[in-house]
């Protein structure tokens, strides 16, 4: 069964580094997101990316977030300047249109992201 | 703007017993999707079942079913026969049907216990 594939599983950076979260979506899919979730709160949408540029983007996705695809495979998240409160886990998320699964966004098993 | 609510933040249920969790949503629109996704302590985020706006009949997967109440806006997810593995934490989540890249909205979750 397809999955969307998500790299590094867990990161740990110091305060003020650059981060890269990498994601291999379900190829014929079109649509893709990213999600935050700090411990045990509520999983929080970022932005949202089709056709090369993002659909949509939430207050928390500020100056220092980028999103891209860069080679049609896969699609990344950049954290420019890591700040401690960026420690969460991030899901990508790829959404298909094609029969049973419309509609539904699948999601990767997540990369864990400390900031010390 | 939607929203969803989850009312109970954790529940407890007897090992083979039944347990309901409630979601509520609130929408201006009339085409969307309804979801119920589990996260286990793995923490990825697995559709548990989905339900069309536009459908009448409650969605069924196994031991998993909805009542799904539009006209109250009220998405439950009921586990018959619970399992030891259906610990986890629950989300409700709602995505409209307007755009084809609107995001999926969650709710605060519910953390579920099956106590042996």
């Known amino acids: 069964e397809p999955e969307v594939t998500q790299t590094p599983s867990h990161q740990v950076t110091q305060m003020g580094q650059e981060v890269i979260l990498r994601c291999v979506p379900i190829?014929?899919?079109?649509?893709f997101y990213w999600y935050r979730q700090i411990l045990g709160q509520k999983v929080e949408f970022l932005v949202s990316f089709y056709n090369n540029e993002i659909s949509e983007k939430s207050e928390i996705f500020d100056d220092q977030f980028s999103v891209e695809r860069p080679d049609g495979s896969n699609f990344t998240l950049k954290i420019r300047s890591t700040k401690l409160e960026d420690s969460a886990m991030y899901f990508c998320?790829?959404?298909?249109?094609?029969?049973?699964?419309?509609?539904?966004?699948?999601f990767g098993e997540g990369s864990r992201l400390t900031v010390l | 703007a939607q929203t969803v609510t989850q009312s109970q933040p954790e529940m407890s249920v007897q090992e083979a017993e039944t347990v309901t969790l409630s979601c509520t949503y609130d929408?201006?629109?009339?085409?969307?999707?309804l979801f119920w996704y589990k996260q286990p302590p793995s923490r990825q985020m697995i559709l548990v079942i989905r339900q069309e706006a536009y459908k009448q009949q409650n969605a069924t997967e196994n031991r998993f079913s909805v009542n799904f109440q539009k006209a109250a806006k009220s998405f439950s997810l009921k586990i018959s026969d619970s399992q030891l593995g259906d610990a986890a934490m629950y989300f409700c989540a709602y995505r409209s049907g307007a755009n084809r890249d609107d995001k999926i909205i969650f709710g605060k979750g519910t953390r579920l216990h099956i106590l042996p």
């Open positions: 190829s014929n899919h079109l649509y």
């Open positions: 929408t201006s629109e009339s085409d969307y999707y």
């Open positions: 998320a790829s959404l298909g249109f094609v029969a049973r699964e419309a509609g539904e966004l699948f």
